[in-house]
């Protein structure tokens, strides 16, 4: 018995067929029995999942997920491990669905990265928004009246980090702001939507790989992320938005409505940033971003030491942190991480303690 349920596999059986005689061989069919056993897992997987859900099961006795190849990859997170490239039926805007237009192969950390960066630059709605990943940590992100000024402002943050880094836009990207993406050697560019002229501006630039979605992922729709262990994984639903409603002031002195806003922003990005994270935003823009140490005061410092670099990049005399907002992923176990943000200029702090 030779079991066929896969398309692609119709030409392949033909052939099969034609040079054997009208039979087929034991290793074709062993081949093909995989996939059927594989498809019919999936669908058991789709069932049970569904089950779940009918019956508010978050995290049922077992749980199955089931995924289809997209891509084997030259290599994994180092030259010397075999990676592959799954995607589920989520069917999520993103790395997933999106069509890439030109450039090279995406390696295992291009995927990675880009997904990070999508993932942030999609938080934010209302204005053109761009972020900047670097090794999975946002380097630079903005808003803006357009994605041109989210992109320089994006880019000010962290010039020296942003170099090899993926860009993310939230709208579709202009052939202006694709003629500032040119100048700066990046990876990956992501965006819902590239115009036709700002295409043509990246065929110049022939190994850039150059990614469109066709539309953004809901920031605030229902899902579960996952995360390998030895012996088994984590599952845990998607991190929620914060609202100002849900901030609760704790001293005499109230956030002003700018404050208030930037440190919704902070607080956002704060979200997408490894632990330890600091962040420190002026204005819709980061200005210092400290992530991924083990003390939360080494993450202020370096914060605020980024932000103080900007500053000098820019020609700038004082600080960009000073008067500006924080945030931490984090609450603070001592006083001293607090004074590191205070002595460097800021004025107000948002924090889960």
Not at 80 to 86: T, V
Not at 244 to 272: G, I, N, W, Y
């Amino acid at each position: 018995v030779t079991v066929v349920v896969d398309p692609g596999d119709y030409g392949r059986l033909i052939e099969e067929i034609a040079a054997n005689g009208g039979a087929t061989t034991a290793d074709f069919r062993t081949r093909l029995a995989a996939k059927a056993y594989a498809r019919t897992g999936s669908y058991d997987a789709a069932i049970s999942s569904w089950f779940a859900g009918e019956l508010g099961e978050t995290f049922p006795d077992t749980t199955v997920m089931a995924g289809s190849l997209k891509q084997v990859l030259r290599y994994g997170e180092n030259p010397h491990q075999q990676a592959a490239f799954y995607t589920n039926a989520e069917k999520r805007p993103g790395i997933a669905t999106a069509s890439q237009l030109q450039g090279k192969e995406l390696s295992f950390n291009n995927l990675n990265d880009t997904d990070a960066a999508f993932e942030l630059v999609a938080e934010f709605t209302e204005q053109p928004a761009c972020v900047i990943v670097k090794h999975a940590n946002p380097c630079g992100v903005a808003i803006g009246d357009d994605l041109a000024g989210a992109y320089k402002r994006a880019l000010a943050c962290d010039t020296e980090s942003a170099f090899g880094g993926i860009l993310a836009f939230n709208r579709e990207l202009d052939a202006e702001t694709a003629a500032l993406c040119a100048d700066l050697f990046a990876e990956v560019i992501i965006a819902p939507a590239i115009a036709d002229d700002a295409k043509a501006v990246f065929q110049a630039k022939k190994n850039l790989r150059v990614l469109e979605t066709g539309a953004l992922p809901d920031a605030r729709a229902a899902g579960m992320t996952v995360r390998s262990l030895a012996g088994g994984y984590l599952l845990q639903n998607r991190d929620a938005m914060l609202t100002s409603d849900e901030l609760k002031v704790v001293t005499k002195r109230q956030p002003t409505d700018a404050e208030m806003a930037d440190l919704l922003f902070a607080f956002t990005v704060c979200k997408h940033v490894k632990s330890n994270a600091i962040i420190y935003v002026k204005d819709g823009a980061t200005v210092g971003v400290g992530a991924g140490q083990m003390s939360r005061v080494n993450s202020s410092r370096i914060a605020a030491w980024k932000a103080a670099d900007a500053a000098r990049v820019a020609g700038d005399a004082e600080s960009w942190a000073i008067g500006s907002v924080v945030a931490s992923d984090a609450f603070f176990p001592f006083r001293d991480g607090v004074d590191v943000l205070a002595e460097a200029g800021a004025t107000a702090i948002a924090q889960p303690g």
